[in-house]
Nanobody
Framework: QVQLVESGGGLVQAGGSLRLSCTAS????????MGWYRQAQGKQRDLVAF???????NYADSVKGRSTISRDNAQNTLYLQMNSLNPEEAGVYYC????????WGQGPQVSVSS
């Protein structure tokens, strides 16, 4: 059974940076696409960025120019580097693979003070 475990998050002031990590375990399958999702308080969970096995990336408008998604295929780890954070990027972040959607983990909270 695939398990996705996120780490990182925290409380930062506006303009600060955070790095999120997600490690997949429990399966030997390869993931073609991995993505980061954000669920703000009282809002639905939305995909904010994804990356393919070949390195192709895509970002939601809300994070363009602010976040960079990357992956280490050898270690089955997904990253999200967030810079110049603003309060609109606050929320709980999750990783998953679009098109399959494994069990959601307990994503880290990203809080941004203004």
């Amino acid at each position: 059974q695939v398990q996705l475990v996120e780490s990182g998050g925290g409380l930062v002031q506006a303009g600060g940076s955070l790095r999120l990590s997600c490690t997949a375990s429990g399966s030997s399958l390869s993931f073609n696409v991995m993505g980061w999702y954000r669920q703000a308080q009282g809002k639905q969970r939305d995909l904010v960025a994804f990356i393919t096995s070949g390195g192709r990336t895509n970002y939601a408008d809300s994070v363009k120019g602010r976040s960079t998604i990357s992956r280490d295929n050898a270690q089955n780890t997904l990253y999200l580097q967030m810079n110049s954070l603003n309060p609109e990027e606050a929320g709980v972040y999750y990783c998953n693979t679009p098109g399959t959607i494994y069990k959601w983990g307990q994503g880290p909270q990203v809080s941004v003070s203004s």
